[in-house]
């Protein structure tokens, strides 16, 4: 199975300022990466697909850039209703898995 | 609109049979596929199986011997059977639009394996 190493597993930040999330898979899975938003209590929400394609009615605040073994999210101006855990995701090979998560919170 | 729910027992006694529904709309199974995805207390999430559009299945390695996914199509849903229940399958089970990039997801069935 493909591992993803997901960095770090928790990040507090200002309410404005740009956060990165790190994922790094075991072997190239060429950019077959998924981003997912998940707020406490509900279920995740797709971000990002294909490593740097923004998923329909994103903000545009938020990007993704990678190739090979090395991927991030980036959230610039973060707003509050970015508190939530983010996870990544690969499939490019079965099974698909995920990181395991970080958490943001605003400072 | 797009919208999936699952439903599901709630509790299942360990060692006993799980039997989760996913009901769609909005869309239809012979165009998109869905995955079953879970995620224990506190933890992350586990993808569990899918099943394409055409019908074929795929399942994690880890848990396939105690799987089954299906679907009715004239009812739009999937249903998904996992045997040899473990306390450790205590978990909140997603269902899924797409079998890699997930793009909507059902509200989730809890799920608790206890005695």
């Known amino acids: 199975d493909i591992q993803m190493t997901q960095s770090p597993a928790s990040l507090s930040a200002s309410l404005g300022e740009t956060v990165t999330i790190e994922c790094r898979a075991s072997?190239?899975?060429?950019?077959?990466l998924a981003w997912y938003q998940q707020k406490p209590g509900k279920s995740p929400q797709l971000l990002i697909y294909?490593?740097?394609s923004l998923h329909t009615g994103v903000p545009s605040r938020f990007s993704g850039s990678g190739s090979g073994t090395q991927y991030s999210l980036k959230i610039n101006s973060l707003q509050s209703e970015d508190v939530a855990s983010y996870f990544c995701q690969q499939y490019y090979d079965y099974p698909f898995t995920f990181g395991s998560g970080t958490k943001l919170e605003i400072k | 609109q797009v919208q999936l729910k699952e439903s599901g027992p709630g509790l299942v006694q360990p060692s006993r049979t799980l039997s989760l529904t996913c009901t769609v709309s909005g869309f239809s199974l012979t165009s998109y596929g869905v995955s079953w995805v879970r995620q224990p207390p506190g933890k992350g999430l586990e993808w569990i199986a899918a099943i394409w559009s055409g019908g074929s299945t795929d399942y994690n390695s880890a848990l396939k011997s105690r799987l089954s996914i299906s679907r009715d199509t004239s009812k739009s849903q999937v249903l998904l059977k996992m045997n040899s229940l473990q306390t450790e399958d205590t978990a909140m089970y997603f269902c899924?639009?797409?079998?890699?990039?997930?793009?909507?997801w059902g509200q989730g069935a809890s799920v608790t394996v206890s005695s």
């Open positions: 899924a639009r797409g079998y890699g990039v997930m793009d909507a």
């Open positions: 294909n490593a740097n």
């Open positions: 072997e190239d899975i060429y950019n077959g």
